[in-house]
């Protein structure tokens, strides 16, 4: 399942009996498939693989294996497994929004030159 298609197959195997979920995990592969173009070419395949997994964890043969049916076992056991998700979400978000030709309509242009934003800031205070 190392393919887009692969995740669709998962998905629409567990997910259309939660009806609103499936509909919902619909919606956002179409998004995805929207957005692809701004993302590199190397990282479609993996976008759409996640638009189609993204919400997988609701199926009910997965929850309770994954122990999302109580929240302090999940925070326990898998939020040390994304230390950094801040820093790559914001790298990917910024790769995106900068794009190629690095305009000056992006992530930092409300700051003005030289300002650090309030996450910047924020995490500068957190090191």
């Known amino acids: 399942m190392d393919t887009p298609q692969g995740a669709a197959e998962l998905a629409e195997s567990l997910l259309p009996p939660l009806r609103n979920r499936w509909l919902h995990t619909q919606a956002v592969v179409a998004r995805a498939q929207e957005a692809s173009p701004a993302v590199p070419e190397e990282d ?20 309770e294996y994954l122990g999302q049916h109580d929240p302090s076992f999940t925070l326990r056991t898998y939020t040390h497994l994304m230390p950094n998700s801040e820093t790559r979400t914001r790298a990917a978000v910024d790769r995106v929004l900068r794009g190629p030709e690095h305009s000056q309509d992006g992530p930092d242009t409300a700051h003005g030159p030289g300002r650090a934003s309030d996450l910047e800031r924020s995490q500068n205070s957190h090191n």
Do not use: N, Q, T
């Not at 993204?54 to 997965?62: G, T």
């Open 44 to 63: 479609r395949d993996l976008l759409g693989a996640a638009a189609w997994l993204h919400d997988l964890s609701y199926a009910p043969e997965l929850s």
